[in-house]
Each structure stands twice: as structure tokens, then as C-alpha cells.
């Protein structure tokens, strides 16, 4: 089993939630701790943003819940009645997601018997948001996220697997069975990345010298992904018509496993150069083959396509189109990278190279 980094921080926000609440003489720390599961999130910025919406909710709860005890009473069917009515308004007010922890309060608050109801009612709530500002402190002091490094390693992963794939299905060496279910995987992982970039767009820059840089890794990461979901449709239309592929003419096959051996090594390069393991010149001079390439599969497509007895044409058309789009994608991506390394070449020299996923 791996303890990944969210897991450990529940476990200190939570420990630093009951020291907390016994520094500060309150009884039950049990509520602080149960606030500080639910508060806990991936990104300090998420974690802000958590405070703010949790201390909306629970005020909300809180008054309901004292309102409610003072003019009804605390039977189980008012309790129920408040649950609603809190739900209701936070539905209202688009927080739905600080819905569990105010239904917490309300709970917490409307269960007691005590005389002094205010004083006690008070208290759960200064619990309740004890434990969300210690799940905040753990986020922001100990192993903050490093999302850019997650992010370029789920892109650079996401690529590696999927240009394998294409160079196997292309000389038909893969089994059918087995890249259908890797590519199913892949599905997830795409949508894992897009998650990452989006953690990583939520990063607050708190230097106004970063912020330019930081929006030119936005969009340089954004073209990234685009570019690997643009290989992940290519692969998974070759995997379709594969069959079709293994009926074209033997130098139009050759023509493709060129083309594409010479993509997936541009593609790889272009990684290469962003962290800094290539030359920024070296792929320079692959452009004007690739347009070479490009041209001459075209003009080989289209003789095929007008000799009468070849009726797969429109089935293939999708795969050639494919090529020429993910062609065109990797220029774009390189002409960005080769940007970012001549404007940005003091920007702390991509430190995600060394680093792994946790």
C-alpha cells in the first residue's frame, strides 16, 4: 500500500485539529477533527477557497440550528425540518459543496440539552471551523502540491504509452485484446490530466515577475495536452481500421510507418527540449520534412483513392486526416516550447525533470 501525500496531510490536519482544540479548552475536539476530513483538499489555493465557503456554510447552519432550538425546540422532526431548510439555502446559494460539514453543525449544535444552548452552540461552531483552518495550515506549511511537476509527468506518461502503441499497431505487432484495454486506461488518464491542468491553472502566483511566466506555461501545457489527445485519437483510429490498413498498397503502408515513426520521435524530441535534455536547434530541420512527408502521403492517398477497384478510401480517410492534424499540432507545440526556452531561460530550469508523481 502507498501513502500519498492527501492521506498523510488528513492525518496531520486532523491531529493538529484535536491539539487545537484542546489548547483552547474546547470541549469534544472529536467535531474539529471530523471538520478537518471534510476540509482537506489538493491545492492550497482550493484549500482558501474551502475557509471562505465552509465559514458561509456553517453560519447559515449555525443560525438555523439556533434559531430553530430558541422558537421549536430540538425534537428529531425539527432537526430533520432544519437539515432541509439548510440543504435548501445552500443549494440557493450554489455552495453545495459545504453542505455535509453544515448538516454536521446543525447536528452537533441542535443536539444539546444544556441550559446555556447559546454558549454551547458557539462552541460547536468554533470547533467545526477550527478543524477547516487546520486542514488550510497543513496544506499551505507541510508538502505543499507541486501540480506542474504532476502535470508534465502525466503528459510526458500519457505520451510515452501511447506513441509504443502506435509504433506496434503500425508495424502489427500488437494483440487486439490488450491495446483496447490500454487504451481504456488511457481514457482515465486523459481525464486525470486534464484535472492536474486544471489544479495547476488554480495556483496562485504571488510574484507579479511570475505571472507572465506562468501564463506561458498555461498555454504551452494546454498545447501539450491537446497534442497527446490528438495522438490518443490517432492511435485509436488506427487500432479501428486496422484491418483496413493491412488491404492498402505496400508502399503507401511503408509511406505511413515513415510518417508516423517520423512523428512520434518530433514528438518525443519536443519533451526532450522542453526540460532541457536536447539542443533547442536540433529539431529545427525536421520541419520541412515533416511538410515534405505530409505532402507526399497526401499525393499517395489520392492516387490510391482514384484507382476504382480500392473502395476503403472512405473508411481510411479519418486516419490520414488524423496525421496531417497531429503533424500540425506537434509544429505548433514546437514552436511554443522553442519560445518558452528563448524568453524563459532563467525560470528555475523546469525543476519537474527530476522529479516523479507520487
Request: charged share 20%; proline share 3%; hydrophobic share 45%.
Amino acid at each position: 500500500m502507498k501513502l500519498g501525500a492527501r492521506m498523510i496531510k488528513t492525518g496531520l490536519a486532523i491531529t493538529m485539529a484535536i491539539y487545537l482544540a484542546m489548547f483552547f479548552n474546547l470541549s469534544t475536539p472529536v467535531f474539529a477533527a471530523i471538520a478537518a476530513t471534510f476540509a482537506i483538499q489538493p491545492s492550497i489555493y482550493r484549500s482558501y477557497q474551502t475557509i471562505i465557503e465552509q465559514a458561509q456554510g456553517n453560519i447559515i447552519g449555525a443560525f438555523f440550528a439556533i434559531v430553530s432550538v430558541l422558537l421549536l425546540g430540538n425534537s428529531p422532526f425539527v432537526i430533520g425540518f432544519v437539515v432541509v431548510i439548510v440543504i435548501a439555502v445552500n443549494l440557493k446559494m450554489k455552495n453545495e459543496k459545504t453542505i455535509p460539514l453544515a448538516i454536521v453543525t446543525v447536528i452537533v449544535i441542535m443536539e444539546s440539552q444544556t441550559p446555556n444552548f447559546i454558549s454551547f452552540a458557539m462552541g460547536r461552531f468554533l470547533l467545526i471551523m477550527l478543524g477547516v483552518v487546520s486542514a488550510f495550515l497543513v496544506n499551505l506549511i507541510f508538502m505543499p502540491p507541486k501540480h506542474e511537476t504532476k502535470l508534465y509527468f502525466s503528459i510526458s506518461n500519457l505520451t510515452d504509452d501511447i506513441i509504443k502503441w502506435i509504433r506496434m499497431i503500425i508495424r502489427h505487432a500488437s494483440d487486439y485484446s490488450a491495446i483496447k484495454d490500454d487504451i481504456g486506461t488511457m481514457k482515465e488518464n486523459s481525464f486525470k490530466m486534464d484535472q492536474l491542468y486544471l489544479l495547476y491553472k488554480e495556483d496562485r502566483t504571488y510574484f507579479k515577475n511570475n505571472q507572465f511566466t506562468k501564463g506561458r506555461k498555461l498555454v504551452l501545457y494546454r498545447q501539450m495536452i491537446f497534442t497527446t489527445k490528438k495522438s490518443l485519437e490517432l492511435l485509436r483510429s488506427l487500432h479501428r481500421h486496422e484491418n483496413e490498413m493491412l488491404c492498402m498498397p505496400e508502399d503507401l503502408q511503408h509511406l505511413i510507418t515513415e510518417q508516423l515513426d517520423c512523428l512520434t520521435n518530433y514528438h518525443e524530441q519536443i519533451h526532450l527540449k522542453y526540460t532541457g535534455k536536447i539542443r533547442s536547434q536540433h529539431s529545427v530541420g525536421m520541419l520541412d520534412e515533416l511538410c515534405e512527408n505530409k505532402s507526399s502521403l497526401m499525393q499517395s492517398f489520392m492516387s490510391y483513392y482514384t484507382t476504382p477497384q480500392n473502395d476503403q478510401w472512405m473508411q481510411l480517410f479519418p486516419v490520414f486526416a488524423l496525421i496531417i492534424d497531429y503533424s500540425d499540432q506537434l509544429e505548433h507545440l514546437n514552436r511554443l516550447v522553442e519560445s518558452f526556452k528563448n524568453h524563459h531561460t532563467d525560470d528555475n530550469e523546469l525543476t519537474i525533470k527530476e522529479q516523479k508523481i507520487d
